[in-house]
């Protein structure tokens, strides 16, 4: 069958997606898709360690979904599958019997408090808020975080993206910025990988995703924002900043980021400090020039977390 007989039946089958990690560290194409026509590399063909064709919307499949290809191919997938349709196919179907519940949102926000981070829990409140705006204003509406962490900013992201059928990208290198290594005031030891002796909150990140069962809402991006964002052409409506706060990293984000925000979307921005004695400039220095271009307006704020809105198409 080609791909588009095969998603046409995709609707007909009970299928719940699964996380898929995107590794940029790799390979920037996939050797072997789940229509290679090799049976003994088809454990290469199910993995999700490969870098899915950035742009186009990704949907990880279950085994079910993953038997349905090797009927068609004829050869037995082992594990899960990825598969590619479109741009504007992404789509979030819960497996939990509570979504959108107020007790499902409480007990995710419960989570998102507890996890390791540094989001102060008002502001996290006004972040999940924000991103069900978006989530209720377009219809399978897709958010991107930038700067992951231990999952704390994700779980947050995540109850929204549940909630409204959305699905959030949450993109990190898991190596920590600057002002995380050693030596520096928010190093955190016990976050260091032995093996290689730098940090990596990937496996924290991951941990926290399955705890939260946040997996069908939310996929995992690793690897570096502006290599990411290079090759990134989905529509946002919704983008959330929080990486290096340094003038290279944040203006990078900004740069590379802020384009893919559609008209009426929301923009996002942590750690803006209008004094200088409170924090670093960058983050408050990315927000100024979105207010400044006139593309974007101001729609909240709390803490040191900043909310716009774009008013007018990206130049």
Not at 223 to 251: K, M, N, Q, Y
Request: glycine residues 10%; contains cysteine.
């Amino acid at each position: 069958s080609s791909p588009s007989e095969l998603e046409d039946r995709v609707p007909q089958l009970s299928y719940q997606p699964t996380i898929g990690f995107v590794d940029t560290y790799q390979s920037q194409e996939i050797a072997h898709g789940p229509h290679c026509d090799r049976p003994a590399e088809r454990h290469e063909c199910a993995s999700t360690d490969g870098l899915v064709p950035l742009g186009t919307a990704v949907r990880i499949w279950s085994d079910m979904c993953a038997q349905m290809f090797a009927e068609d191919r004829g050869c037995a997938p082992r594990g899960l599958t990825v598969g590619w349709w479109g741009m504007s196919a992404t789509t979030s179907t819960s497996s939990h019997p509570d979504r959108g519940t107020p007790t499902r949102r409480e007990d995710l926000i419960a989570l998102a408090k507890t996890t390791t981070g540094f989001m102060p829990d008002d502001e996290g409140l006004a972040l999940l808020e924000a991103a069900v705006r978006a989530g209720q204003a377009f219809e399978q509406a897709t958010f991107v975080e930038i700067g992951a962490w231990c999952g704390k900013s994700a779980t947050y992201l995540g109850a929204a993206a549940e909630e409204t059928g959305a699905v959030l990208f949450s993109l990190d290198h898991h190596h920590g910025s600057e002002e995380n290594q050693a030596g520096w005031e928010h190093h955190d030891s016990s976050l260091v990988d032995p093996t290689t002796g730098r940090i990596d909150t990937l496996p924290h990140w991951r941990r926290a995703m399955i705890a939260a069962d946040l997996e069908s809402s939310v996929v995992g991006l690793v690897g570096d924002s502006p290599t990411v964002s290079s090759r990134w052409t989905t529509p946002l409506a919704f983008c959330f900043i929080d990486g290096g706060h340094g003038d290279e990293p944040a203006w990078a984000d900004f740069r590379g980021w802020t384009p893919h925000v559609i008209e009426g979307g929301w923009l996002a921005i942590h750690d803006v400090f209008p004094d200088p004695a409170d924090g670093g400039r960058p983050p408050y220095d990315i927000w100024c020039a979105a207010l400044e271009s006139g593309e974007f307006a101001e729609d909240g704020a709390c803490g040191s977390l900043r909310i716009l809105r774009r008013v007018q198409p990206s130049n």
